[in-house]
Nanobody, 125 residues
């Protein structure tokens, strides 16, 4: 199982980015897909769940990011997306996608089975 994240970069405050995570090697449409982010200085094991989506399309978004971040998935392409708008410097982090068998969504890193390599998002003026 492989997860390949892409779409990170540097943007100014107020800008937007869309992250993509392509899954291959056996990720089923029943898997839950999620995005985590590791802020500067934060331990990997303690990184925060940003959003998650089940195979049926039901979603979870962290309250602090709700309204600005939107997760979606295209099961035919085995790809999950994270659309981020109105970014601010506090959103600067390494964003990683992850997967686990459904249907439950957990916020702890240790509860997720598969991980992508992470993509850097930097928000600064």
């Amino acid at each position: 199982v492989q997860l390949q994240a892409s779409g990170g970069g540097s943007v100014q405050p107020g800008g937007s980015l869309r992250l993509s995570c392509a899954a291959s090697g056996g990720i089923l449409n029943t898997y839950v897909m999620g995005w985590f982010r590791q802020e500067p200085g934060q331990e990997r094991a303690l990184q925060d769940l940003v959003a998650a989506i089940r195979g049926d399309g039901t979603t979870y978004h962290a309250p602090s990011m709700k309204g600005r971040f939107t997760i979606s998935r295209d099961n035919a392409k085995n790809t999950v997306y994270l659309q981020m708008v109105n970014l601010n410097p506090e959103d600067t982090a390494v964003y990683s996608c992850a997967a686990r068998p459904g249907p439950y969504i957990y916020s702890r890193v240790s509860d997720w089975d598969y991980w992508g390599q992470g993509t850097q998002v930097t928000v600064s003026s």
